[in-house]
């Protein structure tokens, strides 16, 4: 199977930028995806990116990936206290679009 | 934007009772739905793939009796807790697969559906 590991904890200040990491470890990870979950609700779709991309940008959101690697990343520029809240990083892998595997959260405090 | 709807939000229930959840897309049609379980501080984990018209497809180490899921229409999914006990107590988050123009293919969570069995 695949497996996704994100840092648990990222502390930056507001108006900083903040780049949160995951690796993966199966190169046929096909879509890329980064959700954004607050306390106590559902996982909210950030934005995702195909594996043929080396980056998207996306307002304030930007994703990189380095497929050689197996490395993605998220950063987001200018950031705010309401940007606080649990970042996971997710892979699809192309013969299972099903099946959507979750790195373990990275909890994201954004300081005043 | 996609929209998935779960309710209901919360629940509290006696041990040896039975509890159902239901799963909606509200926009757009899904032949695919998704159960997840979510513990405190921990990342989400598969239970089973919904498919509309046929039977579930249950993960390792899941009980299909025990959670019963049936995808009516293609905008509802239920997930039934059969006589829930306290270690089923946890958070319930439902996805909605949607293929999207180009082969972009993604899944829409719902907003999950907190259980807590005394």
């Known amino acids: 199977g695949e497996d996704v590991e994100q840092s648990l904890f990222l502390s930056v200040r507001e108006g900083d930028s903040s780049v949160i990491n995951c690796t993966y470890t199966?190169?046929?990870?096909?879509?890329l995806y980064w959700y954004k979950q607050e306390p106590g609700a559902g996982l909210q779709l950030l934005t995702y990116?195909?594996?043929?991309?080396d980056m998207k940008q996306d307002q304030r959101l930007t994703v990189l990936l380095n497929k050689k690697d197996k490395h993605l990343s998220l950063r987001i520029a200018d950031t705010q206290t309401g940007d606080s809240a649990i970042y996971f990083c997710?892979?699809?892998?192309?013969?299972?679009?099903?099946?959507?595997?979750f790195g373990s959260g990275t909890k994201l405090n954004v300081k005043p | 934007g996609a929209v998935v709807s779960q309710h209901p939000s919360r629940v509290i229930c006696k041990s040896g009772t039975s509890v159902k959840i239901e799963c909606r897309s509200l926009?757009?049609?899904?032949?695919?739905m998704f159960w997840y379980r979510q513990f405190p501080k921990q990342s989400l984990m598969l239970m089973a793939t919904?498919?509309?018209?046929?039977?579930?497809?249950?993960e390792q180490g899941v009980e299909k009796d025990k959670f019963l899921i049936n995808h009516a229409s293609l905008t509802l999914s239920t997930l039934t807790v059969t006589s829930a006990h306290p270690e089923d107590s946890s958070f319930y988050i439902c996805?909605?697969?949607?293929?999207?123009?180009?082969?972009?293919?993604?899944?829409?969570f719902g907003p999950g559906t907190r259980l807590t069995v005394l």
């Open positions: 919904s498919n509309e018209g046929s039977k579930a497809t249950y």
């Open positions: 199966d190169s046929s990870s096909t879509y």
């Open positions: 990116i195909f594996s043929n991309m």
């Open positions: 997710a892979v699809s892998i192309l013969y299972n679009f099903n099946k959507f595997y």
């Open positions: 926009d757009f049609q899904a032949t695919t």
């Open positions: 996805s909605a697969r949607r293929t999207s123009g180009g082969g972009s293919d993604t899944q829409y």
